[in-house]
């Protein structure tokens, strides 16, 4: 690993650390899909405009994790490809093999 590779971190004081430690730097988190806030802020709406519009049928429901709903960033049923498509109701994005 060279030098330009490592990020240095202060340690508190108190710690048990002397102080520099060289760690690895970290590459950002690749995100698969989002959560309702981040879905709403990254096409422009609040959350609750966001949700009103998912209730209206305006918006695709997106994809249930668990007890977490996510929406797809990428791909044929993600929010960018929906976008593209010119931002369908729920009920015909979800005929073209949308989100459901």
């Known amino acids: 690993m060279t030098e330009q590779n490592l990020s240095h971190t202060q340690l508190p004081q108190g710690s048990g650390g002397a102080g520099r430690v060289s760690r690895p730097a970290l590459e950002p988190c690749l995100r698969l899909a989002l959560g309702c806030r981040e879905a709403a802020k990254a096409i422009g709406l609040s ?5 009103r519009g998912i209730s209206a049928g305006r918006i695709p429901q997106g994809i249930k994790i668990g ?10 049923n993600g929010v960018k490809s929906w976008l593209a498509a010119g931002c369908p109701p729920d009920g015909r994005w979800c005929q073209k093999g949308g989100a459901a």
Not at 47 to 51: A, I, L, P
Not at 67 to 76: Q, S, T
């Open 67 to 76: 007890g977490r709903r996510v929406w797809p960033l990428e791909g044929p």
């Open 47 to 51: 959350e609750r405009s966001f949700r």
